[in-house]
Nanobody
Framework: QVRMVASGGGSLQAGGSLRLSCDVS????????MAWFRQGASKEREKVAT???????TYADSVKGRFIISEGNPKKSLYLQMNSLKPEDTGTYYC????????????????????????WGKGTPVTISS
């Protein structure tokens, strides 16, 4: 059984940095597609960043140049380094992974989205004040 546990959220002022972590257990396949999503108040959950087993990463335009997604070796953890934080980054952050079948080729599907993710961690809240 795959289990994902996110941590590292907190409250801080704009301009600061946070590093989110996600401990992953039970995922045994060699190919994977993992991601961070976030959901702000009164907003839909949005994709923040993805990483696949080839190390390819993608980012939402709103976080490019500020956030870095990475994963541990072996696939036991997922990280999101968040720099130059802005109030609009406020929200609950979720780590997620696509199913072993979806990620069998080791890549994230094109335009991978929430519906492609099978495993989710409970969210960790991030609050950025101006």
């Amino acid at each position: 059984q795959v289990r994902m546990v996110a941590s590292g959220g907190g409250s801080l002022q704009a301009g600061g940095s946070l590093r989110l972590s996600c401990d992953v257990s039970g995922y045994v396949a060699s190919g994977y597609c993992m991601a961070w999503f976030r959901q702000g108040a009164s907003k839909e959950r949005e994709k923040v960043a993805t990483v696949d087993s080839y190390g390819m990463t993608t980012y939402a335009d709103s976080v490019k140049g500020r956030f870095i997604i990475s994963e541990g070796n072996p696939k036991k953890s997922l990280y999101l380094q968040m720099n130059s934080l802005k109030p609009e980054d406020t929200g609950t952050y979720y780590c997620a992974a696509a199913s072993e079948w979806t990620a069998a080729a080791g890549r994230c599907p094109e335009n991978v989205g929430e519906g492609d993710m099978q495993y989710w961690g409970k969210g960790t809240p991030v609050t950025i004040s101006s």
